[in-house]
């Protein structure tokens, strides 16, 4: 299917790739050839296989460029990028010593998996057409694409070696049962820091002792006032015109892009036969059938896609797959999805990912877009355009004044080139700036300004500013009044933060001296609550998981537990019911306690064993991390 619901791919941090149901997930692109000479941009060495700080910037690149990546977690992201790249190498080293290898063989059926439409039935397509449909597909090169098949194959083997021989012994059946359907009902009430800090009103006393203790901490930093003259890019979009004529030049310009290839908007259910038997893909499209007539007789297309479909991608929008062209989902599909009316529904149509039912939401032949069409749609941008290039040409005529005399005066400059006066509130290098757009570079230029000069132009959102030093503020110990509103709210948070331990400590108390819990929790300003029962795999939903009140399984109905701190806030609960597990359903469930006992401890084994991995090549001399080296990345001090 398409690439945002069949075979789509992000990158994260990892590098396995898995077919989890129909989306490949491509995730670390390999890495050139390397050298057993550890260079200064080294960071890891496994034996003549070196990992370098230009391997995890463009790792780091590729995530940035597809997820927002918060600076101050460059570190963090750097660090677990640097972990995968050893364990990388560190397999790859391992294997050459045991003589493990991927045969192109296993390659060729695993792209076949991937890309089936790379295979004319046992023949491979032309290099040509293969490489273009990985490019298409998967937006990297063949070299690549193949690396990334043969490292998840490599890995493979190593957990096949790691964890072929594990068993789930009726013990562990047991236990997993009872952690699936043990469960308890609670009654509960969560105390909040934050709740309560409104209520609490320090003396004036209390204010002074706190300030007193704690002076040391409440340092005024350097503070800076600036006057600046702004050219207002806003201002300037607001008084450009843009005439039919530069519109037409730029519709002509780039006519390629306002052709509309023929495509077409469909709907889709996808009965799911991948990895079944003939037996259990003969029952699916039994299922299909009956889903296909309820489709055809007017049922509400949307809500059968949800209830049924098996698309992880499309199910809960309905099983809307959006526009889609021709060459971008496999052939069956697509002859079926061009050749419908509008309007229509499909018989079923078997692909090899499985059945599919098929909705025509509307159709469009192949047109280039008139000039009409699209010429709102040019005007924006154009007009933008043409108002930064002005704002640019400004800015430049402005550093070249500067350049000519920094002695000029920001007033004169202002009367030259129209700027827009204004004067900054006094602010520290780490406080906001939201009058000149808040960006980093702005108050970096505040501080770097000497008195009686004018800094160069700073780019911001509001346009370029050029700023001026007004007053400097040195920095200094605040005095009370100085930080009293900060000083107030520590002190508040302080307060509460203790009142909410001693709440939950007499809300224990008094449930324990015989007060019912509801009653106890009302006298101590509280709002108490009782849960749905819950598994220890469950959880209250934003108070606590199962894993954190594990105590809870192990009392009986009317035990309170002791206060349980979350962070900031603690928990008082009491245990209102018990629900103990069916032994009937043991039979029912076993197939799927099997599966998730060996996957945990399949993947304890394989955690297992990278750890012991590891530990022997540093053991050996084999593998030497140079962490320090990542110190360029925002976070790792």
Not at 96 to 108: F, Q, T, Y
Not at 197 to 225: D, H, L, M, T, W
Not at 365 to 370: D, E, L
Not at 434 to 446: H, R, T, V
């Amino acid at each position: 299917m398409n690439g945002s619901s069949k075979t789509g791919y992000r990158i994260i941090l990892g590098a396995v790739i898995g077919l989890i149901a129909l989306s490949m997930l491509l995730y670390l692109v390999p890495q050139g050839p390397t050298t057993a000479e550890v260079s200064t941009d080294s960071v890891a060495q496994v034996g003549n296989l070196t990992v370098t700080v230009a391997e995890v910037r463009k790792q780091l690149n590729e995530i940035e460029q597809r997820n927002q990546v918060p600076k101050q977690l460059e570190g963090f992201y750097a660090q677990q990028i640097l972990k995968q790249l050893v364990f990388q190498k560190e397999i790859e080293y391992e294997a050459k010593r045991l003589g493990i290898r991927v045969s192109p063989d296993e390659i060729a059926d695993r792209i076949r998996q991937f890309l089936p439409t790379a295979f004319n039935g046992d023949t491979p397509v032309g290099m040509d057409q293969y490489a273009a449909q990985v490019q298409s597909r998967f937006q990297m090169t063949v070299p690549v694409f193949e690396e990334l098949i043969r490292q998840e194959l490599l890995e493979e083997k190593f957990r096949k070696l790691v964890t072929d021989g594990i068993s789930a012994s009726p013990g562990d059946l047991q236990e997993e049962f009872l952690h699936r359907n043990e469960k308890v009902k609670l009654d509960y009430a969560l105390i909040k820091p934050e709740e309560l800090e409104a209520k609490i009103a320090p003396e004036e006393s209390e204010i002074k002792s706190f300030y007193e203790k704690n002076k040391g901490k409440y340092q005024v930093p350097e503070r800076r006032v600036v006057r600046y003259g702004l050219v207002d890019v806003n201002q300037i979009r607001q008084s450009v015109q843009i005439s039919d004529d530069e519109l037409k030049v730029q519709y002509q310009q780039n006519i390629q892009q306002y052709q509309v290839p023929s495509r077409v908007h469909v709907q889709h259910i996808l009965l799911m036969t991948v990895g079944k038997t003939d037996a259990e893909v003969e029952e699916i499209r039994k299922k299909a059938e009956d889903i296909l007539k309820l489709a055809k007789k007017g049922g509400n297309f949307e809500d059968l896609a949800k209830k049924n479909s098996e698309d992880p991608g499309t199910k809960d929008k309905g099983g809307d797959l959006g526009w889609i062209v021709q060459g971008q989902t496999v052939a069956e599909f697509e002859k079926a999805a061009f050749s419908l009316p509008k309007g229509s529904i499909s018989d079923l149509v078997k692909t090899q990912y499985g059945f599919h039912i098929i909705k025509v939401l509307d159709k469009e032949t192949a047109h280039t877009k008139t000039f009409e069409e699209v010429k709102d749609s040019i005007r924006a941008p154009l007009m933008l355009s043409k108002a930064d290039k002005l704002a640019s040409d400004t800015a430049d005529q402005l550093s070249a004044a500067i350049r000519k005399s920094s002695k000029t005066s920001l007033d004169d400059l202002a009367k030259q080139f129209h700027l827009t006066v204004g004067e900054t509130r006094a602010v520290s290098s780490t406080d906001p700036l939201l009058e000149l757009g808040n960006s980093q570079d702005i108050k970096d230029a505040i501080f770097r300004l000497r008195p009686g000069e004018l800094g160069a132009p700073v780019r911001t959102d509001r346009g370029y500013v050029v700023l001026a030093l007004k007053e400097v503020q040195s920095a200094h110990q605040g005095s009370l009044e100085e930080v009293r509103d900060k000083v107030i709210t520590e002190l508040k948070q302080q307060k509460a933060t203790e009142l909410v331990r001693t709440k939950a400590e007499d809300l224990v108390k008094r449930v324990k001296a015989g007060e019912k819990f509801d009653a106890a929790a009302k006298a101590l300003g509280l709002g108490p609550k009782t849960s749905e029962a819950i598994a220890r795999n469950g959880s209250i939903t934003g108070v606590a998981s199962g894993r954190q009140l594990n105590a809870a399984f192990q009392m009986k109905a009317g035990d309170i537990g002791a206060p349980l701190n979350l962070g900031a806030n603690w928990l008082v609960y009491r245990v209102a019911e018990k629900e103990e597990p069916n032994p009937a359903d043991f039979d029912k469930q076993k197939k799927e306690l099997t599966e998730q006992v060996l996957q945990s401890k399949r993947g304890l084994a394989f955690d297992a064993f990278k750890t012991a991995l590891e530990a022997r090549l540093k053991q050996e001399g084999k593998l030497k991390l140079m962490p320090e080296r990542l110190r360029g990345f925002t976070d790792i001090g």
